[in-house]
């Protein structure tokens, strides 16, 4: 018998956030397994820091950050292999994943290496945007409307006539593009309706009204639009 | 001193899907309110069953699904006022709410009517969108690919436009609008990547190739559709 790979979403930041089913998976894994950039903490790992037990075996997964997909595949290639090994003695394997394992999630990289040979569960998280929409206090999408979620490197003619077709727009990566993308918004008349929003849930959280916005933002940033006055009235 | 508004996000169903946040506010909670059709148990007070103390404060809000949004309004204009209520004697009012209290959530009703005079907090909870991706197995959105969340009662043409455009699409609120969308997604040669899935993370949740879908099908029901092969790779 092989273990189980078990995706663990463990929600943007705020470790209360995390949902039981993961903090339980968390709580009585025996492996755990997570990304980090070669050279820091985990993020992933410091938000389930306090649920680990002692003595777990850990299989870090160092992915660096470069232009090339090579160096990254490579990574997720030996951490696959290394997660194999541990399903293959018959352990469960609990990869910890920010945010959603589904959504934008690293999770994903090692599901597609693993998923045809290994039983897998996922348990999903709270989203970036999710978080996002609650920490501005500001409510997304309602009735009948439409939500387009959009990556910060999509050209800006394209973001412009998604962002005019939807009635919430959610855009992630926003890092270099920041200056971008409020140029685009500002075109459109919605710069006063955008709001930018780091690190959500986190002690670090910033939120700004979009003018204000730092160019370049970091890479773990968002830009929440939600047009309409009251459509849930 | 007056009370705080908290919009508690259930998740989609599965109880072990509440953030450890949600089940906090639930268990402390002394006031609770919660939505139900009228002369039905409330889905969102099935949810959170077990976590509610004995002799805790209900009020229930009597919502009718009727075509005219009068009778809605004039449940959640009562709802809010007796929510008001409480807030008044300074005791905190957690509403319990399906899914993500900013994401189609039942809350915003009730936010809009009391945000400008209460204190307010959001706990964001996991959307029925990732927990029918995780059910699936099936990545929904990966790298800078786009992802569309629509409603079923949309226009074909407008929803054939808007899936060609995005890599990834979740279609809620699919209902009586089943057969008329699979007919779109098969005019688009995609009806082979798409799934339908209702009532995700429950006993009673189904996952049907779209071919199999029941015409019609069920409010609470959703469409995935993951384009592209394999671009987390």
Not at 197 to 207: C, P, S
Not at 212 to 226: E, N, Q, R, W
């Amino acid at each position: 018998m092989t273990g189980k790979l078990i995706g663990v979403g463990l929600g943007p930041g705020d470790p209360d956030l995390m949902t039981l089913k993961a903090a339980r998976a968390i709580g009585t894994a025996s492996v755990i397994a997570y990304p980090a950039l070669p050279g820091t903490e985990s993020f992933a790992r410091r938000i389930a820091a306090d649920l680990i037990a002692p003595g777990v075996h850990e299989i870090v997964i160092e992915v660096p950050m470069t232009k090339h997909r090579e160096p990254a595949q490579a990574a997720y290639d030996l951490g696959a292999e290394r997660i194999a090994e541990a399903l293959d003695t018959g352990q469960d394997v609990a990869v910890l994943c920010e945010g959603d394992p589904f959504f934008y999630g690293s999770f994903m990289y090692l599901f597609a290496r693993l998923a045809d040979r290994y039983d897998c569960d996922v348990i999903p998280g709270i989203t970036s945007v999710s978080a996002a929409s609650a920490a501005l206090g500001q409510p997304l999408v309602a009735r009948n409307d439409t939500l387009a979620v959009l990556a910060g490197p999509m050209d800006s003619d394209e973001l412009a006539k998604r962002i005019e077709a939807a009635q919430a727009v959610a855009i992630l990566k926003v890092g270099r593009h920041a200056g971008r993308i409020r140029d685009v918004l500002t075109a459109l008349g919605l710069v006063d309706q955008a709001r930018y929003i780091e690190r959500a849930t986190l002690a670090e959280q910033r939120i700004l009204p979009l003018a204000d916005a730092p160019d370049p933002a970091p890479y773990f940033s968002m830009i929440l639009v939600a047009k309409g006055s009251d459509p849930w009235l």
